[in-house]
């Protein structure tokens, strides 16, 4: 604890920090999470990584619960993000997958047959150890649960590159795009069923938000964006339980998408570090968004204390138009040391303490 | 060529359509050339790649002088690109580069000590063998000749990653920009002289136009790009020799950058396939920037007619507000189709007699 009388775990406190912020309340002291706050830069998750492949700390809920404890026991986070990955659902749907160590899907999803293959999932539970999980750490977690999905369209670019390491220009799903649109919205239409029923089925097992992460879609333009990724998303809220918390929405890249983006009928936008959170909440106006989530750069965490100190005051100045979850813009780095995470996190904490609203 | 009348090699035309529409003249046919179109598409490309190293093309004059010209035998394009790769004048300041076939620079360029170990460019002729394939190509060549390098920022990303295959994240350069700013703009400066003198060379060999290849610089923000990539371009553009031709300026990526693009002093600004010519147009007003250059999305090509016909059109449409060079927004992939390139220069040729200005 940074700050006498801050404890985001307290129940006395009514609605969490992280929950009222999402909702466009002015939190203060402001909250905080780190994208891939369970992870690699934590000797606590490499020591458990050490013994146990990658898929098995998703597939099996006491390992995932426990890395997804991990960060909140050392820091003062305002929210715990499930610790899985967004490629884990397409197991079921049909698709071999494996980690050596980037993402590897067995075979491209690119022809009408293969599309055709592939099996929706189980409506009741789809991944059942990712509800078990979830379940698990409502037990234990003092801070809102934050449940996640890959966007249709980024899992439809893994799925149409498929086949061998995944090359970050994903030219294959936009190759299809061009060549047999019918096909690419048949793809996503399915990923779109599946994903609502996946982050459906975490919502009602106990996540108190839904993250739906569109990784890639900064690849396309805004017509493209438009057409396919963005109905797609659309879909998957559409269809959310009604007793869902808030629904965030990250476009890594997504800088030139941000007036379509608007449309997502997502609540909380995620911001990366490439566009100033105060230019992203004007050009988002006008939609239903209530918050912007982010959006240090995850590099800055490097920097001398001095560094980090101005740009999570400068984070906090752009934010302070409206709702503002403070996160990095991207995933905490693997080789980010824990005291300067842990310095992260009070500095927000401390610092929005002091700030005026702007 | 698919249009009686236009040849863009006819020295009876004047000043070449390339270069007119450079300096913000309607030009009409629109000129064309395609980012990578001396390259691994072409069948006579690959016959020649079997028989010698990426490298040896790159610096033997006859052979890099001979994949230049390959393109232009085969399509009506209205400029060349010399065959080259922006990392060929890192090896004579020191840094070992092979390709496997990415890009492999021998060891990071990370530390005060790495850093002062560069080699200046030799002010004479930095790079003999380019300039030697220049002058050959100028005796050969109908259409402007295009010289090229790689912008301070981007090369010092690849430095600084160096000892491995390359992270389409470049972490640490900013890294670096985080954690000592001042190493950071010494290596910036360093890439920067040693840029002028090598695209200076190029211009007194004979290019007609210079091209500055930011590819990565879309991974920073405003700020930092404002502080340390955009004056490493400054710098080389007011060195130039003063015979120099139009300067075009690409960043990747670039459309959150926009606005601080404008004050790069370039004369020309590529687009990629993410942005509309027209959205951009209007950011980049207010400086000296006269025609725009793009920005087809290189997956267009593998479209049916109809649609690549369309997408043709539209690209016309959006770039008729003043000087518009037609390209691709990226480079050309290596699985395009022979007849799908032809088509696509032939169709900017035709449609753009058909298009009104806007």
Chains 1, 2 share one sequence.
Request: glycine share 10%.
């Amino acid at each position: 604890m940074s700050i006498a009388g801050h404890d985001p775990r307290s129940p006395g406190s009514g609605m969490p920090a992280f929950l009222r912020a999402c909702r466009g309340e002015r939190v203060r002291p402001a909250p905080v999470w780190m994208m891939r706050q369970a992870g690699r830069y934590l000797p606590e998750y490499r020591k458990l990584r050490a013994r146990h492949h990658f898929l098995d700390l998703c597939k099996t809920p006491e390992l995932a619960a426990e890395v997804t404890l991990q960060p909140v026991r050392r820091f003062s986070v305002d929210a715990a993000i499930l610790f899985s990955d967004i490629l884990i659902p397409l197991e079921p749907m049909g698709v071999g997958l494996r980690f050596e160590p980037g993402p590897i899907l067995e075979r491209p999803i690119r022809t009408e047959q293969a599309i055709a293959s592939l099996r929706p999932l189980d409506a009741e539970e789809p991944c059942g150890f990712v509800m078990e999980a979830i379940r698990m750490l409502r037990r234990e977690l003092g801070v809102p649960l934050i449940g996640f999905c890959g966007a249709p369209f980024t899992l439809a670019a893994y799925l149409a590159e498929g086949g061998g390491r995944a090359k970050a220009s994903f030219d294959s799903i936009v190759r299809m795009m061009y060549e047999r649109p019918e096909l690419a919205e048949r793809l996503l239409a399915i990923l779109s069923d599946a994903m609502a029923e996946y982050l459906g089925a975490q919502v009602r097992a106990g996540a108190q938000a839904a993250m739906i992460f569109d990784s890639w879609a900064g690849i396309l333009g805004p017509e493209f964006y438009a057409r396919f990724a963005l109905p797609a998303v659309q879909r998957i809220i559409a269809r959310l339980p009604a007793e869902r918390g808030p629904v965030i929405y990250f476009v890594l890249g997504g800088a030139h998408l941000l007036e379509k983006i608007a449309e997502s009928d997502a609540d909380v936008i995620g911001i990366d570090w490439r566009t100033s959170l105060s230019g992203a909440r004007m050009r988002l106006a006008g939609g239903r968004v209530t918050a912007l989530q982010g959006n240090l750069d995850p590099r800055a965490l490097y920097a001398p204390e001095e560094t980090l100190r101005r740009e999570v005051r400068r984070v906090l100045r752009e934010g302070a138009g409206g709702g503002h979850v403070f996160n990095l813009g991207h995933g905490i780095l693997p080789d980010t040391s824990l005291a300067s995470a842990e310095r992260l996190v009070d500095l927000v904490h401390t610092l929005s303490m002091e700030e005026e609203a702007s």
